[in-house]
């Protein structure tokens, strides 16, 4: 008997939650989306990383690059998004926006602009996509919150000095793999869990970009990478300051 072909669908809610497990930690998925900035051209970058009101950690990471359209927006939330363009691009896979995102958060949000539309807002939530069954994405014009969302991320561009034409804002919410313990465990002091999540983000961010961080380096161009409002130095320029005096 010739064998038959029939299309067998993945399971949806144990696939998203098995690339949840990819083996990024907190500051490599953080660079990740960092790196997507780069390559559209962003010159400023805010990171911020914090609790809300409410005290649950929340995750963004805003930047003035190119942007995107409804249809280039669709095209990133996809898992397996087209190839970039460009050759020289660091874009493998086309998953690292959703794997590196929903390693730590249950939400993701991306609100984004070119230069010439309004914001548009898409939403993977793995609770909708477990209970639906399907890949239902959230996509369409930012509705009052997510432009606020924007909104704030073009402040703090601003605050570090970026001018914002076009840009992207990543929000991670639902964050429920950070302030736990190597036995996944939920962090007894999450202030201080905290602390130590983004003094070692700084690190990672300052080491990994630090061609583009160290403006005096003529071999990446200059980016302006903020963490909670703060702008960090490349890592080792402290040293060749001290060298130079
Ligand atoms: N900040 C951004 N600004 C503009 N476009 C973006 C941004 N982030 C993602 N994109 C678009 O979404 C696509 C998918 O991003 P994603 O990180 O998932 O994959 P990739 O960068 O192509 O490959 P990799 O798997 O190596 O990360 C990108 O190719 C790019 O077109
Ligand atoms: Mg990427």
Redesign the pocket.
Known sequence: MPKQTGIVRPDTRRVVEGLRDTGYTFPSAVA??V???I??E?THVSVWVSFTHSHEPIVTIA?N????TQM?LE??MRYG????KDPN????????????STSFCRRLT?V?RDESGAPNAATWDLDDLASAGEWNLAIGDADESEADIFDAGVNEIEELGGRVASG?V?WWDKVDKLLKTKSGAQAKNMALAMTRTQNALEMHLRTVFQRFLDHDDVRAPNVVIGLNGKRLAASGSILRENRRR
């Open positions: 990740d989306i790196d997507n900035s390559a559209a962003a930047d690059g190119i942007g995107m280039g095209n990133a998004s087209e190839q970039r691009s660091l874009g493998r896979f086309g998953l690292g926006l959703k794997t590196a991306v984004s992207t990543v």
